[in-house]
């Protein structure tokens, strides 16, 4: 029987085919307070996710019998919007790029730190599994994660993968100030990186979503961050 019936905390499901990984993600996140169940292929985690009233999964991506892609992409499909964490030993950006358009709500790469972890889970739960739509919208401009398409009215605008992952994140979390290292801990998914990198990417987006427009949508808020605002500016 799921664990999850036995708990008044939080329900984790942890789908990870590294056993002793899987183990120790469990041990760490009982003695935070969470109440976890395993599996160790995609097959068993989608069924767990689909019957099982999870706050949140965390999904390798690597898995036997499924892969991690196509658990999130089948979940979303049948509109579960369970807040979805993926974890991969793989690192480029485009593999980033395509589990979270595939419906995934934030990612981790192998190895990574534990505390940040559990603070990405808290930040996961804060947020909900509420239904989100398809497209993201500020104003006139609109991002489609499935399609990597970003338009300004009828202007088509072209993003590199990681301008793209900035503004889709930046979009996600619209009207609200976003500080640099939460940037960087999302979209480049580490802490270690120059801050200033994230100024100079914001440059770049505002060169291609707002200035040919006459627009202002990403604003900067002084010693605070950015802000998309969702009117479009």
């Known amino acids: 029987m799921p664990e999850w019936v036995h708990y008044g905390a939080m329900r984790v499901l942890v789908v990870e085919d590294e056993r002793r990984m899987a183990a120790a993600l469990k041990r760490g996140l009982q003695a935070e307070g969470f109440a976890v169940d395993l599996a160790h292929d995609g097959v068993e ?37 369970v807040p979805v964490l993926m974890l991969s030993a793989k690192d480029g950006e485009y593999d980033m790029a395509d589990g979270l358009d595939l419906g995934a709500d934030d990612y981790l790469t192998k190895p990574f730190s534990y505390v940040v972890l559990v603070a990405r889970l808290r930040a996961l739960l804060r947020r909900g599994g509420g239904r989100r739509p398809a497209v993201l919208r500020a104003g006139d401009l609109s991002l489609d994660p499935a399609r990597r398409q970003v338009t300004r009215g009828d202007a088509s605008i072209e993003l590199t993968p990681r301008e793209f992952a900035l503004l889709e994140y930046l979009m996600r979390r619209h009207d609200e100030v976003v500080s640099k290292t939460e940037i960087l801990e999302h979209v480049w998914d580490t802490y270690d990186t120059d801050p200033n990198v994230v100024e100079v990417y914001v440059g770049y987006l ?7 427009f006459g627009r202002s949508a990403l604003q900067t808020v002084r010693g605070a961050g950015y802000r998309l605002v969702s009117d479009g500016g």
């Open 206 to 212: 505002r060169r291609k979503i707002d200035v040919p």
């Open 45 to 81: 985690g989608l069924h767990l996710a689909r019957v099982g009233e999870y706050d949140i999964v965390v999904l390798d991506i690597m898995l036997p019998r499924l892969s991690g892609y196509n658990v999130c992409k089948q979940l979303r499909a049948e509109e579960n919007w």
